[in-house]
């Protein structure tokens, strides 16, 4: 099993910054990608950003520019840097782990961005 717990969210005024963590426990093995994915109000989730295990990094169009994925192997922890966040970054931010054919979820910080 693995547990995913993110941490970081908030409210924010628009251009501001916040900094998300996910952390990982559990079995997790040596080769593994770590992404973020949102869901807005009334939306799908759709995928931020994500990292592999040899640091190749994507990211969705919207967010390119403006954050930042990384990733410390020793504390099996990603992060998402977010920066100048418009009201549209509004969503709840979920932490994914895929390994040998098997996706994990974190249970979601709230990201609001509003004057």
């Known amino acids: 099993q693995v547990q995913l717990v993110e941490s970081g969210g908030g409210l924010v005024q628009p251009g501001g910054s916040l900094r998300l963590s996910c952390a990982a426990s559990?079995?997790?093995?040596?080769?593994?990608?770590m992404g973020w994915y949102r869901q807005g109000p009334g939306k799908h989730r759709d995928l931020v950003a994500l990292?592999?295990?040899?640091?190749?990094?994507h990211y969705a169009d919207s967010v390119q520019g403006r954050f930042t994925i990384s990733r410390d192997n020793a504390k099996k922890t990603v992060y998402l840097q977010m920066n100048n966040l418009k009201p549209e970054d509004t969503a709840v931010y979920c932490c994914?782990?895929?390994?040998?054919?098997?996706?994990?979820w974190g249970q979601g910080t709230q990201v609001t961005v509003s004057s």
């Open positions: 990292i592999t295990s040899d640091d190749m990094t």
């Open positions: 559990g079995s997790i093995f040596s080769i593994y990608q």
């Open positions: 994914n782990l895929f390994q040998r054919g098997s996706e994990y």
